[in-house]
């Protein structure tokens, strides 16, 4: 028995049908049939994973309606069914179909895969979050895929990497320029700057036909938030820097075409608004991943540029807005989880680039002073205990203790990490262009006046993982050389910055933490 009842975007959000099976399968078509290949060429992919189901998707390359078969099992060759439904699908949704799949096991890997008009899709590999007491906890951080710059080697190599419980992508998931304004490796579709629904749309299609993204989506399970590319570089909840008012529309239009592809095209669990992203996942009594939109939702327009002197106080200038800002403080609060990961867009780390005239980066936290001020009064004073921030955008690498004023020896001894309030892992690009050279230089001259920065390397691109038990976290950077070479690049290891349970500061190790010795096989 299936549910072949249409499906609209609200039931979608309240979950779909389950329903326990005994073994079998459905016959029809491999997918390596030319067919098949042509009717589900973005892929499948899976997120936003609860103890008891994930987000299951895929797209149909089609143009009519149609339902859509998918089924759930717990061997890679799909014999040991143990869930199936029926979705519909339509032009009103881009043809992409989004089940939320429930009834399942917590803390284990399944094997899904879709069947339409007589094919059926690669198989993919997805993992439930634990529930209960745990004592691992493995989580990859990755942002920041300019298709224009390069190769997603980052993401291939991340797929062979089948002990993570998660890939955690912080944003700048698709960038909106146009062919040859920002990188010349790979050209854009469409070749013009993104700005209508269908334009979002076939951006988000030409990511998907990537191999690599391909097959990292279909072997681990994705939690995702936006940054700003996924609309227009630097935006805010009204406006952005690459976005001419009237010259080119309304930007209140251009963010919700932006924003309904993204949910179209994304394996993230819906909720009642399109506007909403931030939410909280658990990995049982581990971990809480309390995610921000430090974008789209509250923030407000910048103080200036990208650098420029502190701003002066204002007092209506917002990075979250007061709603999310409470809803984060009551998440923390509430959590009863050892670890709180803070998962997030722009940096929180304070950089001084000149000790005499200050310089702010105006697009992160350090440009919003009264959303910092809150957030590191809120880790001090809260008696909250083992916050971890997690951050991208930057495009480069870093390790920070967060800290008022990294210069001020009676508040903060760089030396014992006395006086930090908590620690920051900045995770690079997997493709976007690192620091330009000419801020690398004020970076490596100003590193007397940022003690408080353990770890910055500013050019290569790659990703972090973070290897979490109850006694430290441990955050260990990969690095490619040359992401614009078109053969597959193995990445090298960097470093390693750990934080202990109880602390606020880095010390460093020598190793990334070992793998696992037991994890289930990869999706065939």
Same mark, same amino acid.
């Not at 070749?191 to 191999?211: C, F, G, S």
């Not at 260990?476 to 934080?499: E, G, N, R, Y």
């Given at each position: 028995? #299936?549910?072949?009842?249409?499906?609209?975007?609200?039931?979608?959000?309240?979950?779909?049908?389950?329903?326990?099976?005994?073994?079998?399968?459905? /016959?029809?078509?491999?997918?390596?049939?030319?067919?098949?290949?042509?009717?589900?060429?973005?892929?499948?992919?899976?997120?936003?994973?609860?103890?008891?189901?994930?987000?299951?998707?895929?797209?149909?390359?089609?143009?009519?309606?149609?339902?859509?078969?998918?089924?759930?099992?717990?061997?890679?060759?799909?014999?040991?069914?143990?869930?199936?439904? #029926?979705?519909?699908?339509?032009?009103?949704? !881009?043809?992409?179909?989004?089940?939320?799949?429930?009834?399942?096991?917590?803390?284990? #890997?399944? +094997? &899904?895969?879709?069947?339409?008009?007589?094919?059926?899709?690669?198989?993919?590999?997805?993992?439930?979050?634990?529930?209960?007491?745990?004592?691992?906890?493995?989580?990859?951080?990755?942002?920041?895929?300019?298709?224009?710059?390069? &190769?997603?080697?980052? +993401?291939?190599?991340?797929?062979?990497?089948?002990?993570?419980?998660?890939?955690?992508?912080?944003?700048? &998931?698709? &960038?909106?320029?146009?062919?040859?304004?920002?990188?010349?490796?790979?050209?854009?579709?469409?070749?013009?700057?993104?700005?209508?629904?269908?334009?979002?749309?076939?951006?988000?299609?030409? +990511?998907?036909?990537?191999?690599?993204?391909?097959?990292?989506?279909?072997?681990?399970?994705?939690?995702?938030?936006? !940054?700003?590319?996924?609309?227009? @570089?630097?935006?805010?909840? !009204?406006?952005?820097?690459?976005?001419? $008012?009237?010259?080119?529309?309304?930007?209140?239009?251009?963010?919700?075409?932006?924003?309904?592809?993204?949910?179209?095209?994304?394996?993230?669990?819906?909720? $009642?608004?399109?506007?909403?992203?931030?939410?909280?996942?658990?990995?049982?009594?581990?971990? *809480?991943? %309390?995610?921000?939109?430090?974008?789209?939702?509250?923030?407000?327009?910048? /103080?200036?540029?990208?650098?420029?002197?502190?701003?002066?106080?204002?007092?209506?200038?917002?990075?979250?807005? *007061?709603?999310?800002?409470?809803?984060?403080?009551?998440?923390?609060?509430?959590?009863?989880?050892?670890?709180?990961?803070?998962?997030?867009?722009?940096? %929180?780390?304070?950089?001084?680039?000149?000790?005499?005239?200050?310089?702010? @980066?105006?697009?992160?936290?350090?440009?919003?002073? $009264?959303?910092?001020?809150?957030?590191?009064?809120?880790?001090?004073?809260?008696?909250?205990?083992?916050?971890?921030?997690?951050?991208?955008?930057?495009?480069?690498?870093?390790?920070?203790?967060?800290?008022?004023?990294?210069? *001020?020896?009676?508040?903060?001894?760089?030396?014992?990490?006395?006086?930090?309030?908590?620690?920051?892992?900045?995770?690079?690009?997997?493709?976007?262009?690192?620091?330009?050279?000419?801020?690398?230089?004020?970076?490596?001259?100003?590193?007397?006046?940022?003690?408080?920065?353990?770890?910055?390397?500013?050019?290569?691109?790659?990703?972090?993982?973070?290897?979490?038990?109850?006694?430290?976290?441990?955050?260990?950077?990969?690095?490619?050389?040359?992401?614009?070479?078109?053969?597959?690049?193995?990445?090298?290891?960097?470093?390693?910055?750990?934080?202990?349970?109880?602390?606020?500061?880095? #010390?460093? $190790?020598?190793?990334?933490?070992?793998?696992?010795?037991?994890?289930?096989?990869?999706?065939?």
């Amino acid at each position: 028995m #299936t549910d072949s009842t249409s499906i609209g975007r609200r039931e979608l959000l309240r979950g779909a049908l389950v329903i326990p099976l005994a073994t079998g399968v459905v /016959a029809c078509s491999s997918s390596d049939d030319p067919a098949a290949a042509a009717l589900f060429q973005h892929g499948v992919a899976s997120g936003d994973p609860l103890p008891d189901g994930v987000i299951l998707w895929t797209r149909i390359s089609t143009d009519g309606a149609l339902d859509v078969d998918w089924e759930v099992a717990t061997d890679p060759e799909m014999t040991a069914r143990v869930a199936k439904g #029926t979705a519909r699908t339509d032009a009103d949704r !881009d043809f992409c179909v989004k089940v939320d799949a429930r009834g399942l096991q917590p803390g284990t #890997t399944y +094997y &899904y895969r879709f069947i339409a008009l007589g094919s059926r899709s690669k198989v993919g590999r997805t993992r439930t979050a634990p529930s209960g007491a745990n004592t691992r906890v493995r989580l990859a951080m990755a942002a920041c895929a300019s298709y224009a710059h390069g &190769y997603f080697h980052g +993401y291939r190599a991340l797929s062979t990497m089948l002990d993570l419980d998660a890939v955690i992508h912080l944003g700048d &998931y698709i &960038y909106e320029y146009a062919a040859g304004d920002y990188g010349d490796v790979r050209t854009y579709e469409p070749a013009h700057e993104i700005k209508t629904l269908a334009d979002y749309r076939m951006r988000h299609a030409q +990511y998907k036909r990537d191999p690599d993204l391909q097959e990292v989506h279909r072997q681990q399970v994705f939690i995702t938030i936006w !940054d700003d590319h996924e609309v227009a @570089n630097d935006s805010y909840k !009204d406006g952005a820097e690459n976005h001419t $008012e009237g010259e080119e529309g309304r930007f209140a239009d251009r963010k919700a075409a932006a924003r309904h592809a993204y949910m179209e095209w994304m394996p993230i669990r819906e909720q $009642e608004s399109e506007d909403k992203i931030f939410r909280k996942l658990s990995f049982g009594s581990l971990v *809480d991943l %309390v995610l921000l939109d430090t974008r789209l939702y509250g923030r407000t327009k910048q /103080a200036g540029g990208v650098l420029g002197p502190p701003p002066a106080p204002d007092a209506t200038r917002t990075l979250l807005g *007061d709603e999310q800002a409470s809803w984060m403080e009551a998440q923390l609060k509430s959590s009863t989880a050892q670890w709180k990961l803070l998962g997030q867009q722009v940096m %929180v780390g304070n950089i001084i680039l000149d000790k005499d005239k200050q310089l702010a @980066n105006l697009d992160q936290w350090q440009g919003y002073p $009264e959303s910092r001020n809150r957030l590191l009064a809120f880790f001090r004073d809260s008696g909250v205990k083992d916050i971890v921030v997690l951050t991208g955008d930057i495009h480069s690498s870093w390790a920070n203790e967060l800290v008022v004023d990294p210069n *001020d020896a009676t508040k903060y001894d760089p030396a014992t990490g006395k006086g930090s309030l908590g620690v920051e892992f900045v995770t690079p690009g997997i493709s976007s262009p690192g620091i330009p050279e000419l801020f690398v230089g004020l970076i490596e001259q100003a590193r007397k006046v940022n003690p408080h920065v353990k770890f910055v390397e500013p050019s290569h691109r790659g990703f972090v993982i973070l290897d979490i038990t109850p006694e430290r976290i441990q955050g260990a950077w990969h690095l490619f050389d040359d992401i614009t070479l078109v053969a597959p690049q193995t990445p090298k290891f960097s470093a390693a910055w750990a934080v202990k349970t109880g602390e606020t500061r880095f #010390t460093a $190790e020598q190793q990334p933490a070992p793998s696992p010795t037991q994890y289930s096989p990869a999706a065939p």
